[in-house]
Nanobody
Framework: VQLQASGGGLVQPGGSLRLSCAASGFPFNRNWIYWLRQAPGKELEWVSSISTFGSGTQYADSVLGRFAISRDNDQNIAYLQMSNLKPEDTAVYYC????????RGQGTQVTVSS
């Protein structure tokens, strides 16, 4: 099982980024996909979930209305579109096929700063 997040970077408050999650080694279209993040000195935090075919999505209150999760089952890729970013969104972002993040692979750093 491999899940690799990419697309992070440095962005100013109010800016946007799109993260990608490339998955392999398991039946992608039979698994929910989850995005999680870990800020410095804090525990891993669930951010968003998407159902197997994308019809169901869930968001943490802290990102509701600003983030949008999606997936492409033909390409085995999931996305997290992040808008109106805030400094408190600064974290390493991971994708996983379980909500506690056990399967997470390499994350991507998102830094929101002016």
């Amino acid at each position: 099982v491999q899940l690799q997040a990419s697309g992070g970077g440095l962005v100013q408050p109010g800016g946007s980024l799109r993260l990608s999650c490339a998955a392999s080694g398991f039946p992608f279209n039979r698994n929910w996909i989850y995005w999680l993040r870990q800020a410095p000195g804090k525990e891993l935090e669930w951010v968003s979930s998407i159902s197997t075919f994308g019809s169901g999505t869930q968001y943490a209150d802290s990102v509701l209305g600003r983030f949008a999760i999606s997936r492409d089952n033909d390409q085995n890729i999931a996305y997290l579109q992040m808008s109106n970013l805030k400094p408190e969104d600064t974290a390493v972002y991971y994708c996983a096929k379980d909500k506690d993040g056990t399967s997470r692979g390499q994350g991507t750093q998102v830094t929101v700063s002016s």
